[in-house]
């Protein structure tokens, strides 16, 4: 198994723990985070590690970067991967319902389901979660707690992202 290194790094939500395995993002954890794993699987401080992990989240939350180009590693079901993989394409600033998530993974009758994996989505933020909602657009769920996940919505839709940058 490859060796897992992780870094703290600070953002307008809080602390954000980095970890990554076999030099793969793994894991963007805030701080109180429901399905946080414990700090002993972070493996040891390697702040060099994420040098371009953290250069994307400065840019993404300065307002000039949408979407991030970092090689992930995500483990979980062959369900949650196809999750995970479709939250990637939901653009920044918007948003889509699990009904609808669902729907574009090819199991419209998964809702919950999709509910549920995208709640063990273990990169929050760059693997995007924050932007699915319920079926009325009511904010629901989020592992890094509503009012971070109101916050993220916020600041994706006032927007003055450079698109140069992204």
Known sequence: ???RTHTVTDSPYGPLTLVATGGRLCGLYMEGQRHRPPRETF????P?????????LEEYFAGSR???DLPLALAGTGFQRTVWNALLEIPYGETVSYGLLAARIGRPSAARAVGLANGKNPVGIIVPC???VGANG???GYGGGLPRKQRLLAFERAGTVNEQAS
């Open 48 to 56: 060099a590690a994420f040098a371009r992990a953290r250069e994307q």
């Open 1 to 3: 198994m490859p060796e």
């Open 66 to 68: 949408t979407a991030f």
């Open 43 to 46: 493996g040891e401080p390697d």
């Open 130 to 132: 924050h932007r699915v």
């Open 138 to 140: 009511a904010l629901t």
